[in-house]
């Protein structure tokens, strides 16, 4: 898989300030999006909680957990086939070919999208007790539609960050939060747990328009690429369903049957905040799968293993701290958002934050094994993860309830970190950075320990504001002292974000224990360093 010397040497010169700074900027506009779909979940859970108390809140939860799971399984794997072959044909100088890729592959993915629905949930709504299946046939009905604009809006948002029009993409995503925003609190007003979910519906509209333009398009596969595409569409779709068991709101379905509406809407708050955590991070890291699948259809293979470990690094950076300080201050944080009618959920949000971050930080390699197409991988070890979901549902749920819900969860996601991480050393012979990872744990820890005794000294927002910036503090002191950001990261941070200000280079400098200044402009310190 490494790239030779000869092809490390024409990879460099190929790719130059004007690439890093694209890639940089690309990144940034998919942040961007993830961060209006991010905030728009968060904010709309928060209204829902605020308008409808826990019951209704669970109700609720549980609909658009199934909107979700309808969506995986209408899929059949496309749109991360589409994310994965088009920048490789576009990367190859063949856009004409691509446009025909995506024409081909969205009328199966349409007809999918449409028939999906109607099969699927009168199915999973019947298995409901009684009392949920015949609260409000509205909402089901609603439910059913939302599955179809939901599955359309994410194939059209694909197809605009694949093409990168990343801007686009943006602007489309803010517009939908804002349509979110001012909907959801008339939709609950008016037509309650059936307002909410159609105001989701709504605001997905705006996304879902990107695939017209392609409904009179031509399409067309290249016989050369039909059985890669098939064969990786065909893994990736079985798979994010297995996956779907592990990573998405499973645990929703157990509680739904065995403890009803109240805790559903417990265990959702504290998997909201989870998700919240993690995404800002993450949202760095949205352009990451169309560069590597680029690189790959460039044969720049060097370079793909270099930025997974950087990248691995720096996401690590950002979210152990944020995790690990957010379960810390969960006893205050949860009340003063939810309402004190949500205090229940504090224990449980604190295990599926820890839990959280492992899955976050391992994105990058996640991303890596998607770009190699390594999806046997993926699948096998998803249906281990899904086996183990499914009998921790069955029997940890009804006997210990969210919080059964919340360890289970918990340790199956250790066990495919570290299942993930022995795969990618062992199998692949590509180095992740742990004992990198390792310090960074331990700087984490000591940040998220001052911020518990920080809420538990001080009370109310201001023990909140207080906590967050001793963690801060005491975070960015000890990986000064522990040394466990390399000046590399920081270099190549230089490299991919040129625009960033000068001032936010040299506080990162100071973190990361640089040696040599930083200069604005096209002038790194220590150069070679800064090159991947």
Known sequence: MSASVSEEGTTQSREGPEMRSSFGTNSVYAGITG????????????IIARLLGVEDTGLVAYAIWLISAVVIVADLGITITVARYVPELRGAGDENESDRLVAALLRPFAVSAILGPILIIPAVVFCLPGSVRGSSNLVWI???FGCCIQSLAAFGLVYLQATSQFRRAARRALTSFFILLVGLPIGVLILGPAGAIAAYLTSNTVCAAICFRFWGSKGRILPSLRPRVVTYARYNWVTAIVVAFVYSRLELLFLQQYQGSGATALFSVGLTLASLATQGPLLLTRGVFFYFAERV????HSRVQQTMQTGTRLLAFLIFP???GTAAIMPSLLPTIYGKAFGQAVPAASVLVCAAGLVASQAIVSNLLLAYERNAFILWSGIGGAIAATIFG???VPTFGVMGAAFGRGAIQLSLWCIGVFYVVRILRIPVPLGDLGRLLIAALLCAAAARWC???????TGLLIAIATGGI????AVRIIGALPEKDLNYLRAALPGVPASLHNAIALIAKTRAPLRYGNVYASRDEGKL
């Open 297 to 300: 259809g460039a044969g720049d």
């Open 455 to 461: 809420i538990m000294t001080f009370t109310g927002t």
């Open 35 to 46: 961060l209006c779909l991010t905030l728009g979940n968060f904010v709309s859970s928060i």
């Open 142 to 144: 609603v439910t059913a």
């Open 474 to 477: 005491i975070y960015v002191a």
């Open 322 to 324: 944020t995790c690990l």
């Open 394 to 396: 069955m029997t940890l």
